[in-house]
């Protein structure tokens, strides 16, 4: 059991690590249109909920292509679990909101980086 949950943990830190770095490179890609959107007038809020919202699709799919998985495999995942059901709702709707909420604090630090954004520099950058 010990073995189980530290391999779940390892691969909940990388999945919040995955999606850090996928989001740091999207901030990085696109700090010329943060710019723009911040010198036409989007305050700072506007632009943290503009990245935690592309952070929230990307989780959203994930955790929608893992739960499809986890129902294919029912069958095959039974024999492994000891005193729930392969499908307890609970259970997927706990791991679904948890994966969701590691997810959107592994967005945060990259949409404040956004949110940070001069639009002069942006503009100005290359």
């Given at each position: 059991m010990l073995l189980s949950i530290s391999f779940g943990l390892?691969?909940?830190l990388l999945a919040a690590v995955g999606i850090y770095g996928v989001l740091a490179c999207?901030?990085?890609?696109?700090?010329?249109?943060?710019?723009?959107?911040?010198?036409l007038g989007s305050s700072p809020r506007g632009i943290l909920r503009?990245?935690?919202?592309?952070?929230?699709w990307i989780t959203s799919l994930g955790v929608a292509a893992g739960l499809c998985g986890a129902v294919a495999l029912a069958k095959y995942i039974e024999g492994v679990l000891y005193g729930i059901r392969p499908l307890d709702p609970a259970v997927m709707a706990s791991v679904a909101a948890g994966l969701l909420a590691i997810a959107l604090g592994a967005c945060l630090m990259p949409?404040?980086?956004a949110?940070?954004?001069?639009?002069?520099?942006?503009l100005r950058h290359e």
């Open positions: 390892t691969a909940l999207t901030v990085a890609q696109r700090t010329k249109e943060i710019g723009v959107r911040m010198a503009l990245v935690l919202r592309v952070g929230a949409a404040r980086r949110a940070r954004v001069n639009p002069i520099r942006a």
